[in-house]
């Protein structure tokens, strides 16, 4: 890796990790998820690093892609499980990081295995080591507690302007033999459930992506990509467009944009079961004999 780029993922790393401990307090009862997100997402800002994707508040079975709407007015309880996943870039160098809060006081012990399996898929990242085994640690490690790990989410290496390139990171022994490489970054994200272990997409998206720009008569859906155009990619929330264009005339353009295929969207996805879920991940860079946390 370039020296400057593993600079570039230090930095991001460095500033990931900070606001990351700096935002749990925001994470108690009654506090409003869409605070929640604005407040971390404008951290991150003014940390003068970019947002790699919007801020995500997961509660309870919802597992992943949530971001709260603009005007959504979704409140954590003290009956809830609350996971945060934040994404910081310096110069499209990615630092993804998350971790869950018990206000039920119900799941300490799947939170403890949940870590536990983060920290043992670390310790067996290193140049040569299959994926598969790193699955099969996350995946004995939840079983042991009693939990199961999301089958159908993985871990994925990172690039610049790309969060989900490459190698995925199982949470579960998969049939190939792919094997992570010196200069790697990867993000490493198990989840745990006392559920069926496998989420399942809702209808509702709030988070998109610019794939390629069409052509359209839609004056705000031309706005739009200019808008997300130097995101180069990665992911916006479309409660960041609803402050520049009135709700009704954003939908029509989004869908404009979805079904031209100018965008895709990244819908909410939820434990089969309504399991209750929890999620730990670190963006780790693959050296010589093992990995560097960047989001420590
Ligand atoms: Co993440």
């Known amino acids: ?61 919802v597992t992943a892609h949530y971001s709260p709407k603009y005007n959504d007015e979704l409140k954590l309880t003290k009956e809830d499980v609350v996971s945060v996943d934040l994404g910081v870039h310096m110069d499209g160098f990615i630092a993804d ?18 870590m536990e399996a983060l920290e043992g898929a670390i310790e067996l990242v290193k140049p040569g080591a299959l994926v598969s085994d790193i699955g099969k640690s996350i995946q004995d490690t939840l079983t042991a507690a009693g939990y199961r790990p999301i089958e159908n989410l993985t871990g994925h290496e990172v690039k610049q302007y790309d969060l989900h390139a490459g190698l995925s990171i199982p949470s579960i022994p998969v049939p190939h033999n792919l094997k992570v490489q010196e200069g790697m970054a990867l993000a490493i994200e198990p989840f745990a459930t006392d559920g069926y272990g496998r989420v399942i997409e809702s209808k509702h998206a709030e988070i998109f992506s610019l794939v390629a720009p069409k ?82």
């Open 215 to 296: 052509p359209t008569r839609n004056r705000d859906a031309r706005a739009i990509i200019e808008e997300v155009i130097d995101r180069q990619g990665l992911p916006f929330a479309e409660r960041w467009l609803a402050k520049k264009i009135p709700p009704l005339r954003l939908d029509l353009a989004m869908r404009d944009l979805l079904g031209n295929g100018t965008l895709r969207a990244y819908p909410t996805l939820h434990e089969k079961e309504n399991g209750v879920v929890s999620q730990f991940e670190h963006t780790v860079i693959v050296t010589k004999d093992g990995c560097e946390v960047t989001t420590k």
């Open 1 to 61: 890796m370039e020296p400057k780029e593993l600079e570039s993922y230090r930095k991001a790393g460095k500033i990931a990790s900070e606001i990351r401990e700096w935002s749990r307090e925001l994470v108690k009862n009654n506090a409003k998820a869409l605070d929640i997100a604005e407040k971390i997402e404008a951290k991150i800002i003014e940390a003068g690093a970019g947002i790699a994707f919007p801020v995500n508040v997961c509660i309870n079975d």
């Open 97 to 114: 990081t998350a971790y869950t809060v018990d206000l039920s006081k119900k799941y300490k012990d799947m939170l403890a295995a949940n």
